[in-house]
């Protein structure tokens, strides 16, 4: 919550009148904005995107019907919703130029797939003439773009990492089918594609998490779509955020058996070293939507013969609630998506860029709401610094 009290050090003297504002690090619990988009309860494990708990959302909707009830704030009819996903299909493909980028990219040792991306969707601003017409109507065609878009740069790059040619986008596919079919180069399995779409809506949106509110500081200064968009990938590339199952995939794989699981983690939490897809700011219990993508972890990993990654990640649950549990630190979304990915046949390094691929629909939904009743931010830093310093001469300095 936020206090007053500014500095673990005593000894700190402040400048301004700390008693009078408030300081909260990290930010918690402040508030930045009122927002009709998404709900965490973190004591009860609840979420809801506009009202709708995200337990029937990824029972019954799809990304596409999701992306829009984020957008507009109601769920569409059946013109609305046909409308709307003609639009997404018709801005799949990309420049030729964003395509031979990530191919380059591709040929470099070991990429930052998350580096190319937010490389990729900043050239495609460049290349997209309309993309800084500065209005309602203008903005809300970009936000369509990027949705669309975002699929077709993701699926590249996870070609590019196997030094595969990029597959070109199909109109007549679903979202999450037609990223698939780009990745893999074949239309899979339906049960695989309706996964790729829990997954998306489960990504879709998190209020202010850290990403979302960099989208929307971006926002607040009147700058374009893309560049806040460039904003949110970079925020949601680290380990803390959304880098954080490529983190749990790579913990699964140096433990490497089940029979090391349980020393591993009480070695790790003895070094204080932090679990990867554990613990969240707001959920002080189960996330929702670990249980959901734990279900599909049981059913995928026994579908893939991958067995042993779920039992390793039991092992480490039940460690982490025993010893953490009380203290609130429970598993997050990050610690089955991994799992369910990499049972999918998709690379660790593509988990992040796929959670940026639903989240966008939450970071251009949060970007329009900020546009229609901006203010921009601009809060204050307490500074701890000197008051008075005298400016010494470079050839006097000791
Ligand atoms: C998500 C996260 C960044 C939230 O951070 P936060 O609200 O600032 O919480 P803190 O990092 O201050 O953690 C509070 C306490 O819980 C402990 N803790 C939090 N997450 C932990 C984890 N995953 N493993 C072990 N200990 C953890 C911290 O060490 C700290 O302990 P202390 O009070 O004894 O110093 C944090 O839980 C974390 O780093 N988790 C791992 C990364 C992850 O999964 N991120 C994805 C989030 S969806």
Redesign the pocket.
């Known amino acids: 919550m936020a206090t007053t009290v500014a500095s673990h050090d005593p000894q700190v003297k402040y400048i301004g009148k700390p008693g009078e504002v408030s300081f909260a ?2 930010l ?1 619990g402040v508030i930045v904005a009122e927002s009709t988009k998404s709900y965490v309860d973190g004591n009860a494990g609840r979420l809801i995107y506009h009202g709708i708990p995200i337990e029937v959302l990824a029972e019954r909707s799809t990304f596409e019907e999701t992306a829009f009830l984020l957008l507009y704030d109601k769920l569409p009819t059946e013109d609305e919703l046909e409308i709307y996903q003609m639009r997404l299909r018709q801005y799949r493909e990309i420049p030729d130029e964003v395509y031979q980028f990530i191919s380059c990219a591709g040929r470099r040792y070991n990429f930052h797939a998350m580096a190319v991306l937010r490389t990729a969707i900043s050239m495609l601003a460049t290349f997209d003439d309309l993309a800084e017409e500065d209005t309602m109507v203008a903005y809300e065609r970009e936000a369509i773009k990027l949705i669309s878009r975002m699929a077709t740069v993701v699926a590249a790059i996870g070609r590019a990492r196997k030094g595969l040619p990029p597959v070109h986008p199909r109109p007549d596919l679903s979202h999450a089918a037609n990223f698939l079919y780009m990745l893999f180069g074949e239309e899979l399995d339906p049960l695989l594609a309706r996964v790729m779409d829990v997954i998306l809506i489960l990504h879709a949106d998190h209020e202010c ?1 850290a990403s979302t509110f960099t989208v929307r500081a971006i926002t607040s200064t009147l700058s374009d779509l893309y560049s806040a968009v460039v904003g949110g990938i970079a925020a949601l590339k680290g ?7 490529e ?2 995939m790579r913990m699964l794989y140096e433990i490497g058996d089940v029979e090391h699981a349980e020393a591993w983690v009480r070695r790790a ?1 003895a070094r ?10 707001v959920y002080k219990t189960y ?1 929702p939507r670990a249980h959901i993508l734990r279900r599909y972890a049981l059913q995928l990993t026994q579908r893939a013969g991958k067995e042993k990654w779920l039992k390793i990640a039991e092992v480490i649950e039940r460690v ?1 609630i025993e010893h ?1 549990g009380q ?1 609130g ?1 429970q598993p ?4 089955y998506s991994g799992i369910v990915m990499d049972s999918m046949g998709i690379e660790s390094s593509l988990f992040t860029p796929i959670f940026a691929m639903g989240r966008i629909a939450g970071w251009v939904a949060h970007a329009l709401e900020q546009r229609r009743d901006n203010r921009i931010y601009r809060p204050r830093f307490f500074y701890v610094g000197p008051e008075h310093l005298e400016y010494v001469p470079i050839e006097e300095r000791g």
């Open positions: 690090r990290g918690e998490n380990p803390l955020h959304g880098g954080a199952n983190e749990v939490l204080k070293r932090k679990i990867p897809g554990f613990g969240h700011r996330d982490m953490l203290r630190i997050n979304v990050d610690f």
